[in-house]
């Protein structure tokens, strides 16, 4: 299957290519018949990794003829023995390959690199095995999903992405391993080159733009060249949301600087790295009559908040593309301030450890988006979760789970839990995400991401995920916009220093807002909570009032600074929505300037 897969030669030029036609007719050979495709994709693993040192601990001294083996026979075995675990399981054994253990232990081929979870969801970095495998199918997955776009939204050759990446630096591990992040591997991969000639779409910004470890002075040089490249621009991108916002918030402070550079042919004094200056100088030229209609564009954009950015400065983008589900939500109205009327198109489902999905409908709105499961990616299972309805019960425990099934026994409707094993060495991995199936591509399932399953708001009795939270911020900040003021960005925590504990959410507004209407915001909010754990402890005081406090302007980048600063990259950047991390709530109470409790329940 997957010599099968890398074979695959979508190009996304919109052009009616017969490559694209190629990768979406593997796709659908894949998807029809999931459960011998999964069967073997198990077996391909088991194969690859026949005698490591984990596998030997559940399979014992068993000498297993994995290829053949009955495929039903297989994945019993598999499923019975193999025990369901998380990264803090598999650890010590990640761990000793970064000090440098070369012995076979999760995988038989050396693992050379070592990919690094943004450490914004759980307040610390992962280390996750990272092999030549993990860029193929990210190559495969980009390929895929730039031919069904197509189809909806079709490019010019030859055209240009002004795409946001951001690369970290990477440093050696003890036993001299490779370690950076995700993101920053497979921008320095061959794949990323191929990618970008199949889909013959090519990035603004050279290498050296991009491997420069300064989020500011990158993005400053992303927004200079994506304007001098203006005409050939088709569509703007980057892996998170956050990033495209954080980008367009940086180019209402900094258009008079660019457009200066662009008059003049030269790069600002700010840029202080001489490799991303000669490299930049390398490409841009005096061009008086683009600076001056940018110019005339942004004195008029500014008169309007900046609306239809987007479309005014690329006027051929076609459209927008980006992750925006889970905690990238909150940003989708901002960008569509931005965008006006341009298609905002939701990016593949996958995390550090492994691609899940791809989007087939990019017409879809980002709250109404579904992905279809790769099957020969990895070999997946599903927890049923089941939300509970009782009020008794442990506080940590937020759903009720049945036995795994395989991806050819999901049923519509169904919360599940995803878990998962690697070609890179992980085994009946519990990736945490929460996500419901929608329905059918052939025979694999659609997912519809739910939410991060360990972010959760617990004081007593209450279980609130990082969905609920997004749902309550929603409707408190909506009489914002009531005062031409808008939330920036918030986050929460559950505070128990103090008896009964109660939830903290930060906000950061832009904008003048009456102290009466913030007052109401933070009441809505606590009344917004339907947990039915919640209701019944604020009504008996187990849980005291909500707590909202609003911080200066520019705190929420203090804290992607303080992430930045302790190795993670803008582009895999994600605002925790709920911490308990000491760093962040000091940065948060420190520039608290105002602090309003509920009257919600009295």
């Known amino acids: 299957m ?73 994945e019993s075995l598999y499923t019975s023995l193999v025990p369901l675990v998380s990264h803090e399981d598999l650890e010590p054994f990640i761990q000793r390959i970064a000090d440098g ?14 990919s690094l979870s943004s450490g914004t969801t759980e307040g610390r970095q992962k280390f996750i095995p990272f092999t030549r495998h993990s860029s193929k199918t990210t190559l495969q997955i980009f390929r895929l999903a730039a031919a069904y776009r197509s189809r909806v939204y079709p490019t010019r050759s030859k055209g240009r992405i002004l795409e946001f990446i951001y690369s970290s630096k990477r440093f050696k591990t003890r036993g001299g391993l490779m370690a950076g992040t995700a993101t920053t591997h497979y921008f320095a991969s061959e794949e990323f080159r191929i990618k970008q000639e199949k889909t013959k779409l090519f990035t603004c910004s050279p290498h050296e733009v991009i491997s420069n470890g300064d989020y500011k002075q990158t993005t400053y040089c992303h927004l200079l060249l994506g304007l001098f490249f203006h005409k050939e ?5 980057s892996t998170f949301a956050y990033s495209i916002v954080q980008a367009f918030s940086s180019f209402e402070e900094q258009w008079e600087d660019i457009c200066k550079d662009i008059k003049e042919g030269n790069v600002s004094s700010k840029i202080t790295w001489p490799k991303m200056r000669k490299a930049v100088l390398d490409i841009i030229e005096p061009n008086p009559i683009l600076a001056s209609r940018i110019e005339a564009i942004c004195e008029g954009l500014q008169g309007s908040d900046w609306f239809g950015l987007v479309p005014k400065l690329w006027p051929n983008a076609k459209y927008v593309y980006s992750i925006m589900t889970g905690s990238m939500q909150h940003y989708s109205k901002k960008l ?45 299972e599903f927890i049923p979760l089941y939300r509970q309805d009782q009020y008794s019960g442990s506080g940590s425990v937020d759903f009720i789970e049945d036995d795994p099934v395989p991806l050819s026994q999901v049923k519509v409707g169904q919360e599940y839990e995803i878990v998962l094993p690697t070609f890179t060495g992980l085994y009946r991995y519990r990736l945490g995400d929460v996500v419901e199936v929608s329905g059918f591509h052939n025979e694999t399932p659609k997912l519809k991401f739910i939410c991060r399953r360990k972010l959760l708001l617990v004081v007593n009795i209450d279980k609130n995920t990082e969905k609920d939270l997004q749902l309550v911020v929603e409707k408190g900040s909506q009489l914002l916009s009531k005062h031409r003021a808008e939330l920036v960005d918030f986050t929460s925590h559950a505070k128990l220093t103090h008896q009964p504990g109660h939830y903290v959410i930060y906000w950061e507004i832009k904008g003048k807002v009456e102290e009466r209407v913030l007052c109401e915001c933070c009441r809505e909010m606590d009344a917004s909570f339907v947990d039915p754990g919640y209701v019944v402890s604020r009504r008996t005081n187990s849980i005291g009032p909500l707590e909202l406090c609003i911080v200066e302007r520019g705190t929420f980048k203090k804290i992607l600074d303080y992430f930045i600063g302790n190795g993670a990259a803008l582009s895999q950047f994600k605002t925790p929505r709920c911490t308990n991390d000491r760093t962040l709530l000091k940065i948060l109470d420190l520039y608290t300037v105002k602090r309003f409790r509920s009257t919600a329940y009295g």
């Not at 190629?22 to 459960?35: G, H, K, Q």
């Open 2 to 74: 997957e010599a099968e897969a890398s074979n695959g030669n979508g190009n996304g030029n919109g052009n009616g290519c017969s490559n694209d036609h190629d990768i979406i007719r593997w796709f659908d050979t894949i998807s029809t018949n999931v459960a011998m495709v999964q069967r073997e994709t198990l077996r391909q693993i088991l194969e690859l990794n026949r005698g490591v040192e984990y596998l030997k601990k559940w399979f014992g001294d068993k000498d297993l003829d994995i290829r053949e083996m009955d495929a039903c026979e297989m």
């Open 101 to 114: 253990d070369t012995s076979p232990i999760l995988t038989q081929h050396p693992i050379t690199t070592l």
């Open 233 to 237: 621009v088709e569509c703007i991108t």
């Open 336 to 380: 569509r301030h931005y965008c006006g009327s341009l298609p905002l198109v939701s990016a593949e489902y996958g995390s550090t450890e492994s691609w899940i999905g791809v989007n087939l409908d990019p017409s879809l709105e980002p709250e109404k988006v579904t992905f279809a499961v790769m099957p020969t990616f990895s070999y997946f």
